[in-house]
């Protein structure tokens, strides 16, 4: 069992997502850098899917009650066992009693801990993201008690792995979205030749940018939207939809992000740029 001493700004278990429930609204969720989750799994030897705690910007402190080993990916945010600086990417052991603490965010935005064997949360529609309305809590808090399985031994085939990470990248490699047609000439110049900001508005369902196109007046119906879904707002808004994302939407998708770059995004913070790239 892992105890939430004190809980961060954001802190979440999520698995690579809950599939085959969108055709009744349900966002696919899961984690927002999927690349950091499977590299963690991988140097524990897990499955790709366990569940990992996602940890947004400032982290929690964390007490250990049964041994086991853990990892550490995505962003780096000044973390230490038992007072003592651990580095991210290498499998740990950890024994009873162990406290994790994160302190500055140096580095990205979201981090990852992961466990031998995976937090083994309850399922609900078949995964452990969670995600208001479907689970029972938006997120962790003081006080909270999270399960996994204990591991007295382990030998792990990798100790650690060294990453070419991508937080100073601001490249945003784009496919056309099925509304790519409508954008005018200016507003295609100004998509892909324009630095754009990350806004305040940025968070689990969406971010926003703070520069604005050229507006449009085009209606259309209702239509099916994914993870990284790029939506155009009559005001000329570019709306990046994430993980937790509504399922459908009624302005222009014109452009969609690649995997890697969904990735890339969930580590940028307000004020950080991109720019995007036609693949």
Not at 191 to 216: C, D, P, W
Request: proline share 4%.
């Amino acid at each position: 069992m892992l105890k939430v001493l004190k809980s961060g700004f954001f802190v979440t278990i999520q698995d690579l997502g809950r599939f085959g429930y969108r055709d009744i609204g349900v966002p696919i969720s899961g984690a927002m850098d999927v690349d950091s989750v499977k590299k963690a799994n991988l140097l524990l030897e897990n499955n790709p899917g366990d569940a990992v705690m996602e940890i947004t910007m400032t982290g929690p402190t964390l007490q250990f009650e049964d041994p086991t080993y853990i990892c550490l990916t995505g962003a780096h945010i000044s973390a230490t066992l038992n007072k003592k600086p651990v580095e991210n990417y290498q499998a740990i052991k950890v024994e009873k009693g162990d406290v994790l603490s994160y302190g500055r965010l140096t580095d990205g935005f979201r981090a990852y801990l992961a466990v031998k064997g995976g937090f083994t949360t309850d399922k609900v529609l078949g995964s452990r993201s969670q995600f208001i309305p479907v689970t029972a809590k938006k997120r962790l808090k003081d006080g909270d008690e999270v399960p996994y399985e204990r591991t007295l031994s382990f030998k792990p085939i990798l100790s650690e792995v060294k990453i070419d990470e991508r937080y100073h990248t601001n490249g945003m490699e784009v496919f056309k979205g099925p509304e790519f047609s409508l954008l005018t000439d200016k507003q295609l110049k100004d998509i892909f030749t324009k630095t754009f900001t990350v806004s305040k508005e940025n968070n689990r369902m969406a971010y926003q940018v703070a520069e604005l196109l050229e507006g449009h007046s085009h209606s259309m119906l209702t239509s099916g939207t994914l993870p990284g879904t790029i939506q155009l707002t009559p005001a000329g808004r570019l709306i990046i939809l994430m993980k937790d994302g509504q399922t459908t939407g009624g302005y222009p998708r014109v452009l969609q992000l690649s995997e890697a770059s969904i990735c890339t995004l969930a580590q940028k913070k307000s004020g950080d740029k991109l720019l995007f790239k036609l693949l």
